[in-house]
């Protein structure tokens, strides 16, 4: 008979308590190959808990994965860090956006942005009132890198009203 596995807390206490040979194990245990041997104890600790984590709540997306892999393939070529493509607001953000001398202000709320007092559940169609065409609202307030990198920015700005 089986015994039942402990849940996460009490296998995560568990490894704070093994020395570096216990934990050396557990690694050739969870990840089947050796240890790196440059692994301080705390490292060692670190992704052990992550591979377990891993093992009973699921591993990052596909999406995530993929992005990990190209900013890898970048950091190998350049050495250089690469910008994230993905930028996430939070409720409290306000974007700014001049538009033929005007400047435009949305407020990011749950759920959607504030224009003008009223609620929209996407900011193109708070660039299409704007503009009065159809625009990409993450391009439109600069949310998304231009096709071309040359390209002439425009002033956009992206404050949070929280800090």
Do not use: C
């Not at 692994?39 to 995530?64: H, N, P, V």
């Not at 910008?83 to 409290?92: D, E, H, N």
């Not at 900011?123 to 040359?150: C, D, E, H, M, Y």
């Amino acid at each position: 008979m089986n015994e039942p596995t402990p849940d996460i807390e009490t296998q995560l206490q568990i490894l704070r308590e093994m020395g570096k040979l216990e934990l050396q194990e557990q690694w050739r245990r969870v990840y089947r190959t050796q240890p790196p041997a440059s692994f301080r104890l705390d490292l060692l600790l670190q992704a052990i808990a992550y591979k377990l984590q891993e093992q009973m709540f699921g591993g990052l997306s596909t999406a995530a994965q993929r992005q990990l892999r190209t900013w890898t393939a970048k950091m190998n070529e350049n050495g250089q860090q690469p910008q994230s493509q993905v930028i996430t607001l939070k409720p409290g953000a306000q974007l700014l956006r001049e538009w033929h001398g005007q400047t435009y202000q949305v407020l990011v709320v749950e759920n959607g942005f504030n224009y003008e007092g009223q609620y929209f559940s996407a900011l193109s169609q708070i660039a299409r009132k704007i503009t009065g065409t159809r625009w990409s609202g993450p391009r439109f307030f600069g949310l998304k890198r231009p096709v071309n990198p040359f390209a002439k920015q425009k002033e956009i700005y992206l404050e949070n009203l929280d800090e």
